[in-house]
């Protein structure tokens, strides 16, 4: 599968990577350069692959409600939630964002490229309360520009003032790309945007950010920026195994609500204490811990790595890894990396400010 | 994609150097760029006794990490120290500054038995295909 904006891709000279099914950019001039972009000035990221899935009529809150961990209810036109799917056993099917576009009446669900069409279909078989339920990821594309020049370039470009937005909130925007829906989120912690619109008109404001200075930045830079945050990726960091008390997102799970699917088997997890947390390392010797390297505390094994790189800010290994709950924050272990144990201390992310000075 | 002359090529990308029964060891352009920019160089100890195919070192990118093989018997004599504090000179000069061992060679006459320049232009040809 292709993006809208492939060909731009190509033309830019990309090294383009198979992505679950999409052939998709992982850098342009390197990961390094493009990383450091996006933390001291701009960067421009195409991620519409990612799915978007639209629930609308009087009966999406109910719906939504049971189907989110999020109490959806609350949210005032333009808000942004950080939330998940679940299921029964508290397993995360997937993570996302939920805009309300009309509260009461339009949501939409930014999703996991690769768990589309999964939501999607999980969506539909839970859907007892009789919510329209659209898939319109063909149709729209996703443009995220990162870093704290994005503002700037935003308002050059469209006169579009991103200050006077929150964090995690949106608003819409006439242009001459159409209407832009432009949210004040993103997978970086650099700021920025991301901007969802017809992906007829992708190219073009592509182009426009990259002429007005935004670098061109692939997935090998996209992952490494989430990674210093310490954000989870769905499919690496959490998946249906793991649940969100586990991996540390309770700001995720309104668990005041009164019922939504997975509800119970948190609870039960809360009853219970968790036995795995996923943690933070930082490797104090040189090297790079890899999804797969096993941690091992007072010579026993005590968790394993699910994400792992080097930081291109601080030049050393970082990782995330769901290590027993016994081990603390700064607790030193050692981390197997092709069979070298290379010492490690537990951090809590994020490893680096999301921006630095030019 | 720079392939120099003078180099002897294997089939897993490194270069070679013959000197004086000495081999110097790298990997070449094309496989610095596939790789894209390398963090980390790892390489066995001077000293390290390896058969032709034995890995003498891990190079790792971002995304990827990869062995780099002895292209012939030997024992290696020197290590490019430079690149554990500047592992991106193996992308920004594989031939030269990015050299990684000096091997001793047990048998000088190995290197006749790998590709030279034109030979490995039409490997990687072959390989694109």
Known sequence: MRTPLFEEHVKLGARIVDFHGWEMPVWYAGIKEEHLAVRSAAGVFDASHMGEIYVTGKESVPFLERALTRDISPMPKGRVLYGFLLNKGGGIIDDLTVYCIEPDSEYMLCVNASNTEKDFEWLCSNNREGARIENRSDETALVALQGPDGASILKDAFGFDLDRLKRYTFAFEDTRYGRLLISKTGYTGAGGAEIFLESAHAPALWSELIERGAVPCGLGARDTLRLEMGYPLHGNDIDESTTPLEAGLDFAVDMAKPEFIGKEALQEQLRSGLTRRLRGLVLKERGVPRQGCICVKDGREAGVVTSGSISPVLGTGIALAYLESSVQENDVLDVMVRSKPLKAIVKRPPFVSGTISK | ?129
């Open chain 2, 1 to 129: 994609m720079k392939i120099p002359d003078e180099l002897h090529y294997t089939e897993d990308h490194e270069w070679g150097k013959a000197e004086d029964g000495m081999l110097r060891v790298g990997i070449t352009d094309y496989a610095q760029n596939e790789l894209g920019d390398i963090v980390f160089v790892d390489l066995f100890p001077k000293g390290t006794s390896v058969a032709k195919g034995d890995p003498i070192g891990t190079v790792e990118s971002v995304k990827a990490v990869s062995d780099v093989f002895a292209p012939v018997d030997g024992e290696i004599a020197e290590v490019n120290d430079s690149l554990e504090d500047k592992p991106e000179l193996v992308n920004q000069d594989p031939y030269e500054k990015g050299w990684m061992v000096v091997l001793k060679m047990d048998d000088p006459s190995q290197v006749n038995k790998l590709m030279d320049s034109q030979a490995y232009e039409e490997y990687l040809e072959a390989e694109a295909k």
